[in-house]
Antibody
Framework: QVHLVQSGAEVKKPGASVKVSCKTS????????ISWVRQAPGQGLEWMGW????????NYAQKFQGRVTMTTDTSTSTAYMEVRSLRSDDTAVYYC?????????WGQGTLVTVSS | DIQMTQSPSSLSASVGDGVTINCQAS??????LNWYQQKPGKAPKLLMY???KLQTGVPSRFSGSGSGTDFTLTISSLQPEDIATYYC?????????FGQGTKVEIK
């Protein structure tokens, strides 16, 4: 069975950074990429970007270019997403999802709260 | 970026009713369109991919249609467990984009 398990909730101050992990199992990690989607409280889904499972190729939404970095560790089948210079409007649930086109498997979500 | 516009934003229907949700893309996306169901506090669940292909395990009362710029998700007979917010998503180009969501409630 495919599983994506994310790291726990975080509370950060404005200007800080956060790194969310997404540990996968049940499939061959390098055969597929990982996408990241976020959802602000009471809002819709926002695609942030994608990273290949076997190379370091990435695609970021322009909105997040320069402030977000996605990485992978193939030895542990884990994907990471770091967001820097956090602002209050970065408060959201961050999801990882397997794939680049459609997302049949999702992590449980990680709530990141940005508050002074 | 491709804008995805869903209508209506919310709807209320009775158990057993047919329900239709529309999604319009700002440009031709062929059939590169997916539908998700999201319940409160949960991750989205893939219902349909490639506009009309039913994801494994999804009840057959769900169906999708359309191509180009106009797409539809239909629930043939609404059930209480279908109460959720539904999102369309295009994967024609990067960035992937989602519709704003349609909240379905029971009347």
């Amino acid at each position: 069975q495919v599983h994506l398990v994310q790291s726990g909730a975080e509370v950060k101050k404005p200007g800080a950074s956060v790194k969310v992990s997404c540990k996968t199992s049940g499939y061959t990690f390098i055969n597929d990429g990982i996408s990241w989607v976020r959802q602000a409280p009471g809002q819709g889904l926002e695609w942030m970007g994608w990273i290949s499972g076997y190379s370091h190729n990435t695609n970021y939404a322009q909105k997040f270019q320069g402030r977000v970095t996605m990485t992978t560790d193939t030895s542990t089948s884990t994907a990471y997403m770091e967001v820097r210079s956090l602002r209050s409007d970065d408060t959201a649930v961050y999801y990882c999802a397997r794939g680049s086109s459609w997302y049949a498997y999702w992590g449980q979500g990680t709530l990141v709260t940005v508050s002074s | 970026d491709i804008q995805m516009t869903q209508s209506p934003s919310s709807l209320s229907a009775s158990v057993g009713d047919g329900v239709t949700i529309n999604c319009q893309a700002s440009q031709d996306i062929s059939n590169y369109l997916n539908w998700y169901q999201q319940k409160p506090g949960k991750a989205p669940k893939l219902l349909m991919y490639d506009a009309s292909k039913l994801q494994t395990g999804v009840p057959s009362r769900f169906s999708g249609s359309g191509s180009g710029t106009d797409f539809t998700l239909t629930i043939s007979s609404l059930q209480p467990e279908d109460i959720a917010t539904y999102y369309c998503q295009q994967y024609y180009i990067v960035p992937r984009t989602f519709g704003q969501g349609t909240k379905v409630e029971i009347k």
